[in-house]
């Protein structure tokens, strides 16, 4: 699968988001996408309590492990690559997680604006 090019929201080289837990449409650790991405997994987020437990509220359990799948869960403090149209709902219900602009991909803009993007900022550790 071909993917799209690797630049973030600033049109610059996109970084690595997370290889522990290893992240990403794609699971390179980068939050790169192409078209059979439907879900659109290209917003580098910082995990908190309060999204995990939105989402799994939402019907996407983030926080169980599923060994089947080899997902160890996620908890707060984690980096990942999330779908950008669950950040809305998540912005949109006041449990949005922080965002790592550097390593969110230009897609996102399609469906999110940088300025409230950058409400959001956390620089990536």
Request: aromatic letters at 10%.
């Amino acid at each position: 699968m071909k993917k799209f090019d690797s630049k973030n929201v600033f049109g610059e080289p996109l970084i690595a988001c997370s290889t522990n837990p290893m992240t990403g449409f794609f699971r390179d650790g980068c939050c790169n996408t192409n078209h059979q991405d439907r879900g659109m997994h290209t917003v580098c987020v910082e995990l908190t309590a309060d999204f995990l437990s939105f989402s799994k509220s939402q019907g996407n359990d983030l926080s169980t492990p599923n060994p089947q799948f080899n997902f160890p869960g996620l908890k707060p403090g984690d980096n990942w690559c999330l779908c950008a149209p669950r950040w809305v709902e998540a912005y949109k219900a006041g449990a949005a997680p922080k965002v790592i602009l550097k390593a969110t991909h230009e897609e996102t803009l399609a469906i999110v604006p940088l300025h409230i993007l950058k409400e959001f900022e956390v620089i990536a550790s």
